[in-house]
């Protein structure tokens, strides 16, 4: 997903209008640089874990599924390989298991595809009106307006979600309790070549820059054709801050590999390089989920990886709605994720020097 800027993001150091909430009580809160606790204290949403029997049409044309009503699954959604909206619902539900973590608490920004590979998309930051009453939200103040979004962690807004036309999920870096403090710094590499090869080279490059700073990442595929590295931090720092670092260590590597490596922003100055684009860590930015299906052909997978599969000769495609089963029966690759929560402050100071 390309990130334009919007009103939300100032340019690294200047200074912003602080972002305020207001949770399900009616009670304002402010995030602020300081890391201030919110007042929110919406329930955890973590979902019993639930695995549907297999849900089969009804006569008018639906199906149920986890207390879900499926309109229209037999809707194609990927024509080439037949994959219908009821094969999207019955995936999200055998892997949520292994989503929960990465959506649980997190704000959602939902981008609805109701017509699958063949029709139109359309985002949409508020909470859909035909979404279950008890699916949990946090409403957040933008300086041009207030937004409820939906809140992700139970399985049952998961499916409901799908249901609507969300093939993807979009997540923020951070989590409800602070959404100004993101727990990830992430690194969104997007080959102007369109090959994969160029952003496995690109995505070695920040990992090693990341060893020198002492920090330890995660790559996955993106699902298309690029790569995300993510940096798992401490809460503390700023949305502003985290898109610094990102910034800063990518004006870095492009110079030291200008050849390889841009941070143009615009697709026609880039010439064949990867974009390294530092706003995935902006306020109120998405990045796609670990697992999450994408709306490209043969229903790819972003899909975490261990680094020494990072290889220019790696086909991402390879993860898919047809190979999930087997890729994901295996050993989780990202399963030390939480526990390599790294303070980001030394780091940051180190490129502010660069």
Same mark, same amino acid.
């Given at each position: 997903m390309k990130t334009r800027k919007t009103g939300a993001e100032r340019p690294t150091g200047a200074r912003? +209008? &602080?972002?305020?909430?207001? $949770?399900? $009580? /009616?009670? &304002?809160?402010?995030?602020?640089?300081? /890391?201030k606790k919110t007042v929110d204290k919406d329930r955890k949403s973590a979902a019993p874990k639930k695995t549907a029997a297999g849900a089969q049409p009804a006569a008018d044309g639906r199906a149920g599924l986890a207390g879900l009503t499926v309109s229209h699954?037999?809707? *194609?959604?990927? +024509?080439?390989e037949r994959y219908t909206k009821l094969d999207? #619902?019955?995936?999200?539900?055998? *892997?949520?298991?292994?989503l929960q973590p990465w959506v649980e608490d997190r704000l959602l920004s939902l981008k609805r595809c109701p017509n699958g590979m063949e029709g139109k998309c359309f985002f949409q930051k508020e909470k859909p009106d035909s979404?279950?009453?008890?699916?949990?939200?946090? &409403? #957040? *103040?933008?300086?041009n307006g207030e937004r409820n979004y939906v809140v992700g962690g139970r399985l049952e807004t998961q499916l409901a979600l799908v249901n609507l036309g969300c093939i993807a999920v979009h997540v923020w870096g951070a989590r409800q309790q602070n959404p100004r403090q993101p727990d990830w710094v992430c690194f969104d590499l997007d080959p102007d070549s369109g090959k994969?090869?160029? %952003? %496995?080279?690109?995505?070695?490059? #920040?990992?090693?820059?990341?060893d020198a700073l002492g920090l330890v990442s995660f790559p996955k595929t993106s699902g298309k054709k690029g790569l995300h590295v993510l940096v798992p931090i401490v809460i503390g720092p700023d949305a502003d801050d985290a898109r610094g670092f990102a910034d800063r260590l990518g004006h870095r590597l492009s110079t030291a590999y200008p050849a390889e490596l841009t941070m143009e922003s615009r697709i026609a100055d880039r010439q064949g390089r990867v974009y390294l684009d530092p706003f995935r $860590? /902006?306020?109120?930015?998405? *990045?796609v989920a670990p697992y999450s299906m994408r709306r490209f052909p043969h229903a790819t997978i972003s899909t975490p990886l261990a680094w020494d599969e990072v290889d220019p000769k790696l086909d991402p495609a390879r993860f898919n709605m047809a190979t999930y089963e087997k890729r994901f029966a295996g050993k989780d690759p990202w399963k030390d994720f939480w526990k390599k929560r790294q303070k980001l402050d030394r780091a940051l100071e180190a490129v502010k020097s660069l």
């Open positions: 912003r +209008p &602080r972002s305020s909430a207001v $949770n399900s $009580n /009616g009670k &304002r809160e402010t995030a602020t640089r300081k /890391g699954p037999d809707k *194609v959604y990927w +024509p080439e999207l #619902i019955r995936y999200y539900d055998a *892997v949520f298991p292994r979404m279950p009453a008890d699916t949990p939200t946090k &409403r #957040i *103040v933008h300086e994969f090869a160029d %952003a %496995a080279r690109a995505a070695l490059r #920040i990992k090693a820059a990341l $860590n /902006g306020f109120a930015q998405t *990045v």
